[in-house]
Nanobody, 122 residues
């Protein structure tokens, strides 16, 4: 199993940027896919982006062009650079990981972090 710890959340004004980090530890050798989900108050959890070990990335339509997912395999760390933030991006952001495919929003991810709060004010 992989342990995931998110950091980098906080409060920002609309139009601002944040970078989330996710440190992975434990049995990381078999991890093929990592990604981010988010859940806003009163809404269902939704997939944001994923990236494979070979750095092939996929994004939800609502973040394309604004968010960038990346990873540092040497540091076992996943990142999410978020630009042009809007109040609609306010949510708890969760880091996820799994050894399986497909590396997308269709995967039922095995490992989850505790989440980090992102708040965007108008």
């Amino acid at each position: 199993q992989v342990q995931l710890v998110e950091s980098g959340g906080g409060s920002v004004q609309a139009g601002g940027s944040l970078r989330l980090s996710c440190a992975a530890s434990g049995s990381t050798d078999g991890t093929y896919c990592m990604g981010w989900f988010r859940q806003a108050p009163g809404k269902e959890r939704e997939w944001v982006a994923s990236i494979t070990t070979y750095t092939v990335s996929r994004y939800a339509d609502f973040v394309k062009g604004r968010f960038t997912i990346s990873k540092d395999n040497a540091k076992n760390t996943l990142y999410l650079q978020m630009n042009s933030l809007s109040p609609d991006d306010t949510a708890i952001y969760y880091c996820v990981a799994d050894a399986r495919a497909p590396c997308s929003g269709r995967l039922d991810y095995r490992d989850w972090g505790q989440g980090t709060q992102v708040t965007v004010s108008a």
